[in-house]
């Protein structure tokens, strides 16, 4: 079912939120004050428009306290970023999700009504560096708190065993929720506690990044 966005702020980070949307079937006004970067997002919007977000009377103009969430990209602009999120949430905005700079400027936003903070630059660095760090960790999913979703590669202390005899939810407090298959052809599916993993699958599993992390030592082979 289609749903209906505004991106305010069209940077690389928000014009790329305004295209994956509006590619997803969805309803996606944009805006920003930079007409040739209105121009480039008509493309790739239902409406894009040339406007100055942090006048109040603007906003209210567009109907954006019908829309699912809006997203406000406006990083080069901590101010108006700041601006702007009160303005939304004074207007009843359901859901706002805004562009933070560092984790300071994150804090004032979620007092100003923020539903979510993201923060691009800093989220790629840590992938980097987790990815760097841990190679048989293919991706991870930041969750509430300190849980996360990660994709492990099973080595040798796991490769032939099953599920059951594994215990990982008795020894790590980790629960798997689906094995990515390479081989033969590939696959996604729920195990059984009886399933055998193998050198080719991926483990997708749920838990604390301190429980990962002693999975992922003991994967190795480290302990």
Do not use: W
């Not at 007092?111 to 760097?132: F, H, M, T, W």
Request: hydrophobic letters at 40%.
């Amino acid at each position: 079912m289609a749903e209906k966005y505004a991106t305010i702020g069209l940077g690389k980070f928000g014009y790329s939120v305004t295209k994956v949307l509006f590619d997803e079937g969805h309803d996606v006004i944009a805006m920003d004050l930079d007409k040739e970067k209105v121009q480039k997002a008509r493309e790739c919007s239902s409406q894009a428009i040339a406007g100055d977000a942090t006048q109040k009377e603007i906003l209210e103009t567009f109907g954006l306290e019908e829309m699912d969430a809006v997203v406000v990209s406006m990083g080069g602009n901590p101010s108006a970023a700041t601006l702007v999120t009160l303005y939304l949430n004074e207007m009843g905005v359901k859901r706002i999700i805004v562009k933070a700079n560092d984790e300071d400027h994150g804090r004032i936003l979620k007092r100003l009504g923020a539903s979510d903070v993201v923060y691009p630059e800093q989220d790629i660095a840590v992938k980097v560096a987790r990815n760097l760090s841990h190679p048989n960790m293919l991706e991870y999913f930041p969750m509430a708190d300190d849980y996360m979703a990660a994709q492990i590669v099973p080595d040798e202390p796991f490769i032939g065993k099953s599920l059951a005899t594994l215990q990982l939810r008795t020894k790590f407090n980790i629960n798997v929720i689906g094995i990515k298959r390479e081989l033969p052809g590939k696959s996604f599916f729920v195990p059984s506690s009886e399933y055998v993993i193998r050198s080719s699958d991926t483990l997708l599993v749920v838990g604390s990044e301190e429980d990962i992390g002693r999975l992922r030592e003991v994967n190795k082979g480290d302990q």
